[in-house]
């Protein structure tokens, strides 16, 4: 079974930039046909999916989070990360990592981040 495990630095300033770390067991990011993506929940709102990085390294995002969002990943560390730039108060929330292979959906615990001076 693919687990994940997200990790980060918990409180960002404004302005500054975010670096979250999805590392993944049970499972090769390469895998055929296996989608990884970034979600988030803001406190008192529902899910808002950020960007996704595919089995073959092909990345899609959220418009209106594309210009300033990046996913990448590290095929011999199996992790993948998240970058975001600019961050603003607004962009407080919990941060998950999901994978998803044919309707068979995996998440992380999650980890919090706070944007705040």
């Known amino acids: 079974q693919v687990q994940l495990q997200e990790s980060g630095p918990g409180l960002v300033k404004p302005s500054q930039t975010l670096s979250l770390t999805c590392t993944v067991s049970g499972g090769s990011i390469t895998t055929t046909y296996y989608y990884w993506s970034w979600i988030r929940q803001p406190p008192g709102k529902g899910l808002e999916w950020m960007g996704t990085?595919?089995?073959?390294?092909?990345?899609y995002y959220s418009p209106s989070l594309k210009s300033h969002t990046s996913i990448s990943r590290d095929n011999a560390k199996n992790t993948v990360y998240l970058q975001m730039n600019s961050l603003k108060p607004e962009d407080t929330a919990v941060y998950y990592c999901n994978s998803n292979s044919g309707g068979r959906s995996y998440w992380g615990q999650g980890t919090q981040v706070t944007v705040s001076s």
């Open positions: 990085i595919a089995y073959d390294g092909s990345t």
